[in-house]
Every structure is written in structure tokens, then in C-alpha cells.
């Protein structure tokens, strides 16, 4: 059985609308409008256990899933939501073991499903150029417990010359204009890697990706956020 110690993750779960994502202090207190719980009465329980506030409440004590860490993401641009991951990892054929290159992290929910998906074996290795949300997605990236499985990069893939990874199985795209890095993308990719291309508008991007991978033999997908 999983024990609750000083400084473990924990979803204090009350119901569907009221739940709190925290790292147990034992110093601290939850402050609810269903009353207060003290974290040092957290340490040396159970997941799964129930705790009860100063209002005779009670609030369950779970060991938080990726679903809650990306539900409870801190934002910095649009995230991709679970309803939305779930296709991206199956339509791309994403693996435990694989090397993934991402470009355009965000706040890291995309980078960090994946990171978990991939790992113990794999690694995810994500390109941004906005310094101040990638130290957002750094944030959200620890707290869901996956950083060692991402190494994240400053540099713009659209202008650069380098190559900075290769023999990357698949490229997750999350650009308003992917066909762009396509050619710079393919030089990355392992035989048989694959494309997807997560975009606000499909019939555009379709347009333009359709041809540079006309020339180049990948599988691409292109999936559009509504």
C-alpha cells in the first residue's frame, strides 16, 4: 500500500467540482468552504484514505493521475485537453520507448502525457521560443513527476540550421503554420516516422502540408482543436 509522506502529491477529493491538487506539507493547511484539513493529518495514511474537516466533512485522499495534473495545469497559452490526448497518442502511435520531438511545448500538458506514455525508456524532447512559457511548462512538467523524461530546448525551428535531434520516431507539431518546419522535421524523423500536426484550422494547414510531404515519404496527420 501506497503511504502519504511529507512533500507526496495528493488530489483531496470532496467531488467531481470541488478537488485540490497539492503536495502534502506538514506545516500547512487546506483552506476549503468545506472547512479546514491540516496536512500533517494527511502524512502516514493510505491513498485512498478519507480525512474529515473542522466542518465534518469528508474529503478523500488519492494518489493524483495525469488527468489531474493536466486538469489542474497551470496555464500560460491553450492546453490540449484528455478528451483530446487520448487520439493524438493513438493516431500518432505514441509507445513506451520512443523518442518524440515536440515542437511548440506551451504549458507542457501535451509534453507531459507523453513523457508518460514513453518513459521509463523513451524521452521527449520539446522546442519552444517563448522563454516565459517555457518556464511555465518546466513548472507543470515537475509537478506532474515526469521531468527526467523531457529535455527542453530554446530555439526556433522555424530559422534555425542545426539539427539539434535525430532518429526521432514521432513529431507532435503544435504550430499555426507547421508546413514551415516540415523539411527541417524530416531530417529529424527515423525511417517511417511519423507527422502530426495539431492545428486551429485543419482545411489550411491540409493545404499546406499536403505538399512538402508529397516529397518527402512520412506519415502525417493533421488534427484540429475545437
Known amino acids: 500500500m501506497a503511504i502519504i509522506k511529507n512533500k507526496s502529491p495528493v488530489l483531496f477529493f470532496y467531488n467531481n467540482s470541488k478537488k485540490w491538487l497539492m503536495n502534502i506539507s506538514k506545516k500547512e493547511s487546506l483552506h ?24 465534518d466533512k469528508y ?10 495534473y493536466i486538469m489542474k495545469i ?6 490540449v485537453y484528455p478528451k483530446d490526448l487520448g487520439y493524438i497518442a ?41 522563454e516565459k512559457f ?38 507532435l507539431i503544435d504550430l499555426g503554420d507547421p508546413w ?10 527515423k525511417g517511417s516516422g511519423s507527422i502530426f500536426a495539431i492545428c486551429p484550422t485543419m482545411n489550411l494547414s491540409l493545404i499546406h502540408i499536403s505538399e512538402p510531404t508529397r516529397r518527402t515519404p512520412i506519415s502525417y496527420a493533421v488534427f484540429c482543436l475545437k
Request: hydrophobic share 35%; aromatic share 6%.
Open 134 to 171: 517555457m518556464k511555465i511548462a518546466e513548472k507543470n512538467i515537475r509537478r506532474a513527476g515526469v521531468s527526467k523524461y523531457v529535455s527542453q530546448h530554446n530555439l526556433d525551428l522555424k530559422t534555425s540550421k542545426d539539427t539539434p535531434v535525430t532518429d526521432m520516431d514521432v513529431a
Open 90 to 130: 493513438a493516431r500518432a502511435g505514441i509507445q513506451d520507448g520512443q523518442k518524440i520531438l515536440e515542437i511548440g511545448t506551451g504549458s507542457g500538458s501535451l509534453t507531459s502525457f507523453v513523457a508518460s506514455i514513453v518513459k521509463p525508456r523513451g524521452h521527449v524532447y520539446t522546442f519552444d521560443v517563448d
Open 180 to 189: 514551415i518546419v516540415i523539411p527541417k522535421v524530416r531530417q529529424m524523423l
Open 59 to 68: 474529503v478523500y485522499l488519492l494518489e493524483p493521475t495525469m488527468y489531474d
Open 74 to 79: 497551470q496555464h500560460g497559452t491553450q492546453i
Open 32 to 55: 476549503t468552504h468545506i472547512g479546514v484539513l491540516k496536512h500533517a493529518d494527511a502524512i502516514g495514511k493510505e491513498y485512498g484514505s478519507r480525512l474529515m474537516t473542522n466542518k
